[in-house]
């Protein structure tokens, strides 16, 4: 059991880190990607004005940041991105929609993975020293 938390060191933990935030970043930008203009309506519904350029920038920010992190390029701005962006959806959603715990705690759990990549950086495990 010791040979495999020895084995189990801070690079391989934050290349963990950043596969899955990068991956649950991609699955929910990828349909706003694919499909800008029901992403522009939904953010109008919201109350967030103009539509077609919160959409278009939510969409960009979880599409292209979730690759950005996985790859470990400009990792820290994605997540300082992903950060903010779940910010004002937990606070949107405490504040506007009245919701329980159970439905921001996920954006809460996004801000504190964000947060790791922010601090520890990509790891050695990246392609950033390719660029």
């Known amino acids: 059991m010791l040979d495999i938390i020895f084995l189990l060191n ?19 930008g990828l349909p706003k990607i694919r499909d800008l203009k029901s992403n522009a309506d939904d953010f109008v ?14 969409a960009s920010v979880e599409f292209l940041g979730g690759i950005a992190v996985i790859l470990g390029v400009w990792a820290e701005l994605a997540a300082f991105l992903f950060a903010i962006e779940m910010a004002v959806g937990a606070i949107w959603k405490i504040t506007k929609r009245k919701e329980t715990f159970t439905d921001w705690s996920y954006d809460l759990i996004l801000i504190a993975i964000s947060l790791t990549v ?3 950086g990509p790891g050695v495990y990246s392609v950033l020293p390719l660029f």
């Open 45 to 58: 519904e919201m109350g967030l004005k103009p539509g077609w350029l919160w959409g278009a920038i939510v």
């Open 118 to 120: 922010i601090t520890f």
């Open 10 to 28: 801070s690079d391989w933990v934050i290349l963990f880190i950043r596969i899955v935030l990068g991956a649950v970043m991609i699955y929910y």
